[in-house]
């Protein structure tokens, strides 16, 4: 990972923290984003993600601790002199000017002479495929073209960092996966940092370099996608990222050092846990659904359970087990021709090589 | 709706009568100084016998009715200009701001609208009179900007609160100051609200008469109070193309105001 050095980072976060009262909006945080990475901040609504873009913007300021904006202290500095760019979900764009004055207003606040202006804007709308709207209002957009015109009007003064705050949010899915790839690109193309708020894990995964989860107003965990989806560190992690099966049960460890988990569902091997365990330890074992197949054998380690349901997503299948403890499973595979038909009611085995399964400590009791 | 008021044929028709009954009995008086205003120079009469113009020769080559005149627009300008520079701001700063005691200000700007005009008037007047400012232009526009400027106030509120404050962020965010901010973004979108607030503002000032009593005098008489005086001493059949002309120009601006608000509307 290329945590970088502090003169390459574009943002700092140091002990930042914003509270209301008792209510803490966010905890003390340290986060520093290095130049041109495109990080994503993801969360449930409340986890305080917003907080922290509102942070870095200077709409609120922070209770403790200090924002570095391009190696400059901006904990106090107003808004209109950090030198950000910021992309809405409602795009919030000037209905009383056209689209070419919408994207010339960044650069005529700038007070740059207007030959200059005129070819930035003509050069922002070719980059967003727009030029010829440009006369036009937003209103008589669609709420695609607005969102490209807000990014447009972002990208033309070059700022040091891009906020968007769920952009996706008011389009329907196909045009969200293709501005998703747009935003990508124009990301690839002019080496922009950008800070990508989301609750969409779907949209965090395909976006970013960087995913920074946040839960209950602090950092849960941080890593690249990857990092992420395969090792999750927490329970929250494992289940706000992809589906999982978690199953609780108490740490065993054998001379040799291997590690064991004794679940209601019987005792399985599992990997050195993530964090440090010891004998009699709660734990989770998490299995990807992805990760399970439907044996005939009980090759691998495997679990019965009674199927469901199981429902036809396109490409993949998923079934739901329901096991002697009551809890359900969920195995995922690929639907292809010769693919394991069992029937519902069929007694059937669940079974995962035991490197896939993951231990993670058990949810804090809140 | 319909039940509240009764479904049935016959109690529409009496609520409609009734209806237009009351609205013939507030319109009609006002109506019927249209006619008299073509009719009959010497004296007032109703029907009138003849048809003239000669009232309304007589309204606009009389030094004393025309001056008034001029003097009630050069009053109702100065009073709108004045009155937009103080809400406008005032209210953007009501709305957006965190100030502290923000209520209390707002109730205190609202407070000419509440406290009774003749009150005013009086108020006015016993100030006015140690300050020097009676029967001075200047000060009958102190007091009808004091009574105006709430009202521009609660129309550009009410602007304010449709208009988007996202906007402001992102303009703040492009870089913008705030006042570059309150000209580019927020004060073309207040347009409409401005428009009405300053409209009312300018018919206020135009035929208010309890205030304008008090404070001016041969100098600086407006039309209404001109036109009150004027009953009280010669009672003139000018009176009526006076009034005919005062309610043309009124219905001019109230349908200004209907089609301003109808953009408002749209627009929000």
Wanted: with cysteine; net charge positive.
């Amino acid at each position: 990972m290329t945590m970088t050095t502090a003169a390459a980072a574009m943002i700092e976060l140091e002990g930042v923290a914003k509270s209301y009262g008792d209510v803490h909006a966010l905890r003390r945080t340290d986060l520093s984003i290095a130049k041109g990475e495109f990080v994503t901040l993801l969360g449930p609504s409340g986890s305080g993600k917003s907080t922290l873009l509102n942070l870095i913007a200077g709409m609120i300021t922070p209770s403790a601790g200090r924002i570095v904006i391009d190696g400059r202290d901006a904990t106090t500095l107003p808004t209109n002199q950090r030198g950000l760019g910021m992309v809405f979900q409602n795009y919030a764009l000037m209905p009383h000017m056209t689209v070419f004055e919408n994207i010339a207003f960044p650069l005529q606040v700038r007070r740059l002479p207007k030959a200059e202006i005129r070819r930035k804007v003509a050069e922002a709308l070719d980059l967003i495929q727009l030029g010829h709207v440009a006369d036009r209002r937003p209103r008589e957009l669609s709420g695609g073209q607005q969102q490209r015109v807000s990014l447009a009007r972002c990208i033309v003064y070059n700022p040091a960092l891009i906020l968007m705050d769920e952009p996706l949010g008011a389009l329907d899915k196909k045009l969200r996966e293709q501005m998703q790839l747009e935003i990508k690109r124009l990301h690839a193309e002019l080496g922009i940092t950008m800070l990508y708020v989301t609750h969409d894990q779907d949209e965090a995964l395909t976006m970013s370099d960087r995913i920074v989860l946040m839960n209950g107003g602090r950092i849960e965990q941080q890593g690249t996608p990857d990092a992420l989806y395969f090792k999750p560190e927490t329970v929250f992690s494992a289940e706000f990222i992809g589906s999982s099966n978690l199953i609780p049960g108490t740490v065993q460890i054998a001379a040799d050092g291997t590690c064991r988990l004794k679940t209601a569902l019987g005792t399985f091997p599992a990997p050195a846990p993530a964090a440090p365990m010891k004998a009699g330890d709660r734990a989770v074992l998490l299995i990807r659904p992805e990760n399970m197949a439907i044996e005939v054998s009980g090759a691998t380690t495997s679990v019965p359970g009674r199927l469901e349901d199981s429902i036809l997503l396109g490409g993949v299948v998923r079934h739901f087990l329901r096991c002697a403890d009551g809890s359900t499973l969920i195995v995922q595979e690929l639907n292809q021709p010769g693919r394991s038909v069992a029937h519902r009611g069929d007694l059937i085995q669940a079974g995962w090589q035991p490197g896939h399964a993951r231990l993670l400590p058990p949810q804090p009791a809140n | 709706m319909s039940d509240l008021f009764g479904t049935s044929r016959l109690a529409r028709g009496v609520v409609s009568t009734a209806a237009w009954t009351c609205y013939l009995f507030l319109l009609l008086p006002s109506l019927i100084v249209i006619p008299i205003s073509f009719g009959n120079p010497g004296q007032i009469e109703f029907p009138p016998r003849q048809f003239t113009l000669q009232l309304y020769r007589q309204f606009f080559t009389d030094p004393a009715w025309w001056g008034s005149t001029v003097q009630s627009l050069v009053v109702a300008c100065v009073t709108t200009l004045v009155a937009l520079i103080l809400a406008v701001p005032a209210a953007y700063a009501l709305a957006r701001s965190r100030l502290p005691g923000r209520a209390g200000l707002r109730g205190l700007f609202m407070m000419p609208m509440l406290v009774p005009v003749i009150v005013l008037g009086l108020g006015l007047y016993l100030q006015f009179s140690s300050w020097g400012l009676l029967d001075t232009t200047a000060g009958v526009v102190l007091a009808h900007i004091m009574l105006t400027t709430p009202y521009i106030m609660v129309s550009v509120m009410s602007g304010l609160h449709h208009s988007d404050v996202a906007l402001e962020t992102v303009a703040s965010i492009m870089g913008a100051s705030r006042v570059t901010i309150f000209f580019r973004v927020v004060l073309p979108q207040l347009k409409a609200s401005i428009a009405v607030g300053a409209l009312f503002a300018f018919l206020m000032s135009l035929d208010e008469v309890v205030v304008a009593y008090f404070l001016t005098g041969q100098n600086s008489m407006t039309l209404p109070v001109k036109m009150y005086s004027s009953i009280r001493w010669e009672l003139t059949p000018v009176l009526a193309a006076v009034s005919t002309l005062l309610t043309v120009l009124s219905l001019l601006i109230a349908l200004g105001i209907i089609r301003m608000q109808g953009k408002t509307e749209a627009s929000a």
